[in-house]
């Protein structure tokens, strides 16, 4: 049940990336083009789903299991550090390079684009990098 409940909710977020235009890398690259022809469109998604989420996170704080069972893992770490600014800026770099970050390029595999499929072969081969090295660091 959970794996379907997972796979339902990935569709719907899914749907609703594409229906706001997150799938779009022309209409996110208006949206981080500051000094050009800046669309603020995306601003309204992302508030959006701040605040749809927001209500959730309320609730979710206060159980201990999720509505189907498994355990809640809410975040506990708070502070800011070095790794966390680094990934950011290099999130954010592939983001204003690109157009697109996991979430939109996920949805877009449906349909076959180049770009979508080179991005996330991009983004596979990073995070084994990334695993590879964290391995080789806790060693």
Do not use: H
């Not at 208006?30 to 000094?35: R, V």
């Not at 390029?105 to 072969?121: D, K, M």
Request: glycine share 12%; charged share 15%; hydrophobic share 55%.
């Amino acid at each position: 049940m959970r794996k379907i409940t997972a796979l339902i909710a990935g569709l719907i977020f899914g749907l609703g990336l594409y229906l706001s235009g997150m799938t779009n890398p022309a209409k996110v690259l208006g949206f981080l083009d500051l000094a050009g022809d800046w669309d603020p469109s995306l601003a309204l998604v992302m508030l959006g789903a701040l605040m749809v989420s927001s209500v959730f996170f309320f609730f979710a704080r206060r159980r201990d299991t999720s509505l189907l069972g498994a355990p809640m893992q809410m975040p506990i770490r708070r502070n800011i550090d070095r790794r966390l600014v680094l990934g950011s800026i290099v999130f954010g770099m592939g983001w204003a390079i690109a157009g697109l970050c996991p979430g939109p390029a996920l949805a877009l595999l449906l349909t076959g684009r180049w770009q979508a499929v080179l991005f996330t072969a991009a983004m596979l081969a990073g995070m084994l990098v990334f695993a590879g090295l964290e391995s080789r660091k806790q060693r």
